[in-house]
């Protein structure tokens, strides 16, 4: 038998979440995306940044910016697919941003895993370098994956600097100490799902004491979903429990967090979320 779950934290009305990072396109969401971008919509979380990995789900991103005006996308190349990349996949890419350049609202997440071992690390960094230098001519900011590789990435980011546009360090794991490196880099921090686990002190004291300004939240999903559903399909829905971990934190309220880290996302990624949540395509 399992126990109830705690409801859904209540964020007040004309107070909004943006989940800035989610796989919409993954294979866990085939059966029901319709009803996780409605169940979103109806809790406050306004809008879904969809997040690619290679040059198919690149395509998809775009596609379903096109269906729900609530998603916008991003193209790239993940570190975990650099090595089965072709030589012609940032070519694709660069003509995809041509076409569908008002869907698009970043470029990632591309960087380092030195984690998994799915692709060669001297691989993931030429491929790191390239793509940043590809976002900056394509004027978007860029999200970045660091997984066990906080100073290789630091350095090839300052290196391919600066970046007009900003960028994003997706699902932080690094330390307070790393992420006001990033911060003085003028790049964003976006927290995961995981602050919500009892065991992630570092990110919790990231979560409470970095400046809110440079504050985003996401989910990852389908993957790492927060308390109370860890281990479940997550879904951008649960950006209030992250929310809400994050405003005990910093014991304010989760108004406060969404209404920032809200404003935070439509600012970098150019893009009304808000309005385009109230005002729905007839
Ligand atoms: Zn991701």
């Given at each position: 038998?399992?126990?109830?779950?705690?409801?859904?934290?209540?964020?007040?009305?004309?107070?909004?979440?943006?989940?800035?990072?989610?796989?919409?396109?993954?294979?866990?969401y085939r059966n029901d995306l319709e009803a996780v971008i409605r169940r979103a919509s109806e809790h406050g979380v306004a809008g879904v940044v969809t997040i690619a990995i290679d040059v198919a789900s690149s395509e998809a991103a775009v596609a379903l910016s096109k269906r729900f005006n609530t998603v916008r996308a991003t193209i790239g190349i993940h570190p975990h697919d650099t090595e089965k990349a072709e030589s012609g996949d940032l070519r694709k890419l660069a003509d995809l941003a041509d076409r569908h350049r008002?869907?698009?609202?970043?470029?990632?997440?591309?960087?380092?895993?030195?984690?998994?071992?799915?692709?060669?690390?001297?691989?993931?960094?030429?491929?790191?370098?390239?793509?940043?230098?590809?976002?900056?001519?394509?004027?978007?900011?860029?999200?970045?994956h660091d997984r066990e590789a906080h100073d290789d990435c630091l350095a090839i980011i300052k290196d391919?600097?600066?970046?007009?546009?900003?960028?994003?360090?997706?699902?932080?794991?690094?330390?307070?100490?790393f992420a006001k490196k990033i911060i003085d880099f003028n790049f964003h921090i976006s927290i995961?799902?995981?602050?919500?686990?009892?065991?992630?002190?570092?990110?919790?004291?990231?979560?409470?004491?970095?400046?809110?300004n440079k504050m985003l939240v996401e989910t990852d999903g389908p993957f790492l979903a927060p308390v109370p559903y860890r281990g479940k399909r997550n879904e951008p829905v649960y950006t209030l429990y992250t929310a809400e971990a994050i405003a005990q934190l910093r014991g304010t309220?989760?108004?406060?967090?969404?209404?920032?880290?809200?404003?935070?996302?439509?600012?970098?990624?150019?893009?009304?979320?808000?309005?385009?949540?109230?005002?729905?395509?007839?």
């Open positions: 038998m399992s126990r109830a779950k705690p409801p859904l934290p209540i964020l007040a009305k004309e107070s909004f979440l943006i989940d800035s990072h989610c796989h919409l396109d993954m294979k866990a008002e869907v698009i609202v970043a470029y990632g997440e591309i960087g380092l895993d030195y984690v998994k071992d799915y692709s060669r690390p001297d691989i993931q960094r030429s491929l790191f370098k390239q793509q940043l230098g590809l976002a900056r001519e394509l004027k978007l900011p860029v999200i970045i391919a600097g600066p970046f007009e546009c900003g960028g994003i360090m997706h699902c932080f794991s690094g330390n307070l100490e995961p799902g995981i602050v919500t686990f009892k065991n992630s002190r570092d990110l919790q004291e990231v979560a409470a004491l970095i400046p809110l309220t989760i108004t406060e967090i969404a209404g920032q880290t809200s404003a935070n996302a439509c600012s970098l990624f150019d893009y009304d979320f808000i309005s385009a949540h109230n005002n729905p395509p007839k």
